[in-house]
Structures are given as structure tokens and as C-alpha cells.
Nanobody, 129 residues
Framework: VQLQASGGGLVQAGGSLRLSCAAS????????MGWFRQAAGKEREFVAA????????YYADSVKDRFTISRDNNKNTVVLQMSSLKPEDTAVYYC???????????????????????WGPGTQVTVSS
């Protein structure tokens, strides 16, 4: 199983970027998927997650109303649309996936790294001021 994130890059504050995570090796169309990020010298933190059905989404307070997570099950991908970017959004962004299928969790479980079994190598997002 592989997760490969793409779409990172350098953008000015206030700009937008679209990250994609393509999965291969198995389908994740009915598994929880999420995005985390890690800034230099900091812990990896939760950014956003989407339930297995796609009906529920979860966001860190710091990105709420600016980022949108969605999934394209036909392409076995999850997308993170980021807008109104700020310099503090600068980090390596990782996509992650739960190995379990058709499983629903309590809200706070989605924020925990321990829920996710598969991780991609990350893509750098740099926001200049």
C-alpha cells in the first residue's frame, strides 16, 4: 500500500494550493482518510479528516473555514483544498489512511495519529509573507 501526496509548493500569503493524495495497493474508498502537517521543530498535528462515507469532515480550529477536505472514490484519492494561506501554514503535509473499512469513530478519534495505519511521505507547503 502506498499513499503519495502531491501539489505542495511555494505560495504567497492569501493564496491557495490544492493537495492530492493518491492511494495504490488497495482501495480506500470506504476508509477514513486524513491530513496532518509538521512544521520545522514541531510535533505533527492534525489538519483535516473525512469519514469513510464522506458524509462527515473534521478540521483543526486553525484551518477551519479555510481548508476543505474531499474524496474522489473513483480515483482512490483525497484532496485538501487550501485557501487564504498564512505563513503559519508552512509545513510538510502528510496524508494518512485508516486500514479499517466502513468504520465510524467518535469525533476526537479522527484527530489522533494512532487511528491512521498508512502514511504518505509528505509534501512541502511554504507560505511566504
Amino acid at each position: 500500500v502506498q499513499l503519495q501526496a502531491s501539489g505542495g509548493g511555494l505560495v504567497q500569503a492569501g493564496g491557495s494550493l490544492r493537495l492530492s493524495c493518491a492511494a495504490s495497493g488497495r482501495t480506500f474508498s470506504d476508509s477514513v482518510m486524513g491530513w496532518f502537517r509538521q512544521a520545522a521543530g514541531k510535533e505533527r498535528e492534525f489538519v483535516a479528516a473525512i469519514s469513510w462515507s464522506g458524509s462527515m469532515t473534521y478540521y483543526a480550529d486553525s484551518v477551519k473555514d479555510r481548508f476543505t477536505i474531499s474524496r474522489d472514490n473513483n480515483k482512490n484519492t483525497v484532496v485538501l483544498q487550501m485557501s487564504s494561506l498564512k505563513p503559519e501554514d508552512t509545513a510538510v503535509y502528510y496524508c494518512a489512511a485508516d486500514s479499517r473499512r466502513r468504520t465510524t469513530y467518535g469525533e476526537y478519534e479522527y484527530y489522533r495519529r494512532s487511528l491512521y495505519d498508512y502514511w504518505g511521505p509528505g509534501t512541502q507547503v511554504t507560505v511566504s509573507s
